[in-house]
T-cell receptor, first 111, second 109 residues
Framework: DAGITQSPRHKVTETGTPVTLRCHQT?????MYWYRQDPGHGLRLIHY???????DKGEVSDGYSVSRSKTEDFLLTLESATSSQTSVYFC??????????FGPGTRLTVL | GENVEQHPSTLSVQEGDSAVIKCTYS??????FPWYKQELGKGPQLIID?????GEKKDQRIAVTLNKTAKHFSLHITETQPEDSAVYFC????????FGDGTTLTVKP
C-alpha cells in the first residue's frame, strides 16, 4: 500500500466550528488531492495540489480551504463546518497526473 | 468539464459467474481510465487501468476494454468469488480524474 495516512480517522464536531483534516504521505509524490464521498455521488474533488504551496480548486471547493507547506503534508480546513459537510473525506496522492493512491479516509460528522 | 456515467449501480451475481460494469465519458481529451475497488470502511484501491492507446488489458480474472470512438469503457470480472464483493468505481482522466458514482457488486456463494 502507498504510504498515506489520514488523521483523524473519525471526528464529530458541531456546526460553526473549524475543522482541519491532515493527509501525510511518505512517497514523495508531487500531486495530492482531497475528495469527499457521499452516497450516490461517488468521489468528488474538493482541492488538489501540484506542488508545495501550489493548489487549485476542484468541483466542490466552496466552504473548504487547503494548504501544503511541505511535500508530505496536505491539510484540508473547514473554516466553519456545516451539516452539509458531513461526509467521508479521502486524500489521494499521485506521482503524475494519472494513477492515484488513496488513503484510508476520515469520517466527519457535523451536528 | 468531464462527465462519467457508470452502470449498473448495483449488480448481484452467483459465484463463478461473470460481472460487467460499464462507463461512458464525455471529454474526448480523456486518455487514462482507471478502475478502483473499495471495500467497506477502506479507501479505493486501484485494480486495473487502461490508456487511450490500448483497446484491452487483462490481469488474471479482470479485464478492461476501451472504445474511444464511442467513449465507453468496461470492467469484466470472470469466475467471480465472494471476495470480489465491493464497490467498484471507474474514472476518466485528462489530467484530473472524474469518477463514476460506483457499482455495488455482490457475489453470492
Amino acid at each position: 500500500d502507498a504510504g498515506i495516512t489520514q488523521s483523524p480517522r473519525h471526528k464529530v464536531t458541531e456546526t460553526g466550528t473549524p475543522v482541519t483534516l491532515r493527509c501525510h504521505q511518505t512517497e514523495n509524490h508531487r500531486y495530492m488531492y482531497w475528495y469527499r464521498q457521499d452516497p450516490g455521488h461517488g468521489l468528488r474533488l474538493i482541492h488538489y495540489s501540484y506542488g508545495v504551496k501550489d493548489t487549485d480548486k476542484g468541483e466542490v471547493s466552496d466552504g473548504y480551504s487547503v494548504s501544503r507547506s511541505k511535500t508530505e503534508d496536505f491539510l484540508l480546513t473547514l473554516e466553519s463546518a456545516t451539516s452539509s459537510q458531513t461526509s467521508v473525506y479521502f486524500c489521494a496522492i499521485s506521482a503524475s497526473t494519472d494513477t492515484q493512491y488513496f488513503g484510508p479516509g476520515t469520517r466527519l460528522t457535523v451536528l | 468539464g468531464e462527465n462519467v456515467e457508470q452502470h449498473p449501480s448495483t449488480l448481484s451475481v452467483q459465484e463463478g459467474d461473470s460481472a460487467v460494469i460499464k462507463c461512458t465519458y464525455s471529454d474526448s481529451a480523456s486518455n487514462y481510465f482507471p478502475w478502483y475497488k473499495q471495500e467497506l470502511g477502506k479507501g479505493p484501491q486501484l485494480i486495473i487501468d487502461i490508456r487511450s492507446n490500448v483497446g484491452e488489458k487483462k490481469d488474471q480474472r479482470i479485464a478492461v476494454t476501451l472504445n474511444k470512438t464511442a467513449k465507453h469503457f468496461s470492467l469484466h470480472i470472470t469466475e467471480t468469488q465472494p471476495e470480489d464483493s465491493a464497490v467498484y468505481f471507474c474514472a476518466a482522466s485528462a489530467g484530473k480524474s472524474t469518477f463514476g458514482d460506483g457499482t455495488t457488486l455482490t457475489v453470492k456463494p
